[in-house]
């Protein structure tokens, strides 16, 4: 790598400070860009949502070769979590190489240069300003955009406040209001118990599909056991390797209402969705203040929701926790063949890259937490610290052909979800991989061609 060429990563997130920290340590190099569009990084943009943390044991919510023996609890909370990456952000000096209330609106590839052209604009003056770089990283996150469901139609004639959990509003008293939460998946799973805590606050949960839940079994480490993983490193990665085996059992039968069971088992295999790792959702269906309605939303009217059965249930408050879109459609690069990564991926039948993190047409452009990398249930940074990859056309084709014949057989096939191009279960899987996370991240380390994994 030449000291002259410059890099822009595109997101400030972990998979951006991942990249910056990576390029420090192996490669010593430091001309690079981070382009951040919030002003404060790490989590603050919605850290006044409570109750926010992890999802996946802390000791996989950080770096391999930054692992913390201090972490206080199993799943630790948001605070937590920020006070570590920032302690990384700040270690590394990646403030001064940050342009904070900065969004990278394009991006232009040049043949001739060999360099792209990128625009970027100040999200307080509006100002516009170019700049060229050799490399971009685009680490910009995969569940950005909200996705309201299309088949809840009506959301403008509803005379109360109205909003997604992705965009939650705080302003809003809940105290002594009717609510109705749409979606039972993960947003819906924390959003349930965390409202219905105040008898007061009458809660509908709206339900369409049963999701797989395990129990959440949080408990704080004690002193001796932050030891053993200060001074016995090898203590730790064992344990990182021994949180990864989740089990199913008859959790949800002992914690779900009775009259419930039934209806909140599901009959799609696990594995299918996202797994939901209880934040006390089945407890919280005990109170007598939360009640779950099956019957499904023909649409919202001026005073509630009207469901298929032609009942109007009134409501004060309509929130939505339906999830997100897993497409990057923020890639506004044109590439080597004057095609955008958008127009590629519609060619292609939806998001594609090899190993997914670099496309053909697309030279020097890196996707951090790509098309096809997640395992479905466990965290995705130790997916995000493997990428680096050149490709050919006919070596992303032969990858993705023998990606897309392995998933045709597997569990993600069963049911509708994000994992699937606009959630249909019919459609292109664009976001898991058809194998383990150790597999996906020995075959980022070790092939250098296409083959040598198969």
Sequence with gaps: MQKEAHIIIVGAGLGGICAAVELKKQFGFENFTVCWQWYIPIYERDSHLGGCGCDVPAHWYSLSSELNPNWSEVYASQPEIRAYWENIFFKYGL?????FSSMVTSATWSNETQKYTVEVTDMISGSKNQV??????????????????????????FNGPIWHTARYNHTVELKG??????GNGCSGAQLVPAISV?????????CRTPQWIVPRPNYVYPRWIKWMFAHLPFVMKL??????????????????????????????????????????????????NVNLSWAGIERIVDNGIKLKTGEVVPLDVIIFATGFSVIPEDLHVRGSKGV??????????????????????????????????????????????????????????????????KLKGSVWTSCNSYYHRDGDKDTKIIATFPGSSLWLYWLMRKATRWGIGK
């Design 95 to 99: 403030a001064a190489r940050t342009q």
């Design 132 to 157: 060229e770089a050799n490399i971009m990283f685009y680490a910009i996150g995969g569940f950005q955009k909200p996705v309201f469901s299309a088949d809840v139609p009506g959301a403008d004639s």
């Design 177 to 182: 209001k009717r609510v109705g939460v749409i």
């Design 198 to 206: 105040d008898p007061s606050v009458q809660v509908t949960n709206f």
């Design 239 to 288: 344990y990182r390797l021994f949180i990864t085996l989740r089990f199913m059992s008859d959790y949800i039968a002992s914690k779900a209402p009775k009259d419930e069971v039934e209806r909140l088992i599901p009959s799609y295999p696990p594995g299918c969705k996202r797994i939901i790792v209880d934040p006390g959702y089945l407890d919280s269906l005990n109170r007598p």
């Design 340 to 405: 955008t990564v958008k127009e590629y991926f519609e060619a292609q039948g939806g998001p594609t890259a090899y190993l997914g993190c670099s496309a053909p047409g697309f030279p020097n452009l890196f996707l951090l937490l790509g098309p096809n990398v997640v395992s479905g249930s466990t965290s995705v940074i130790f997916v995000q610290e493997a990428q680096s990859v050149e490709v050919k056309d006919e070596v992303c084709e032969e990858y993705n052909s023998w990606l897309q014949n």
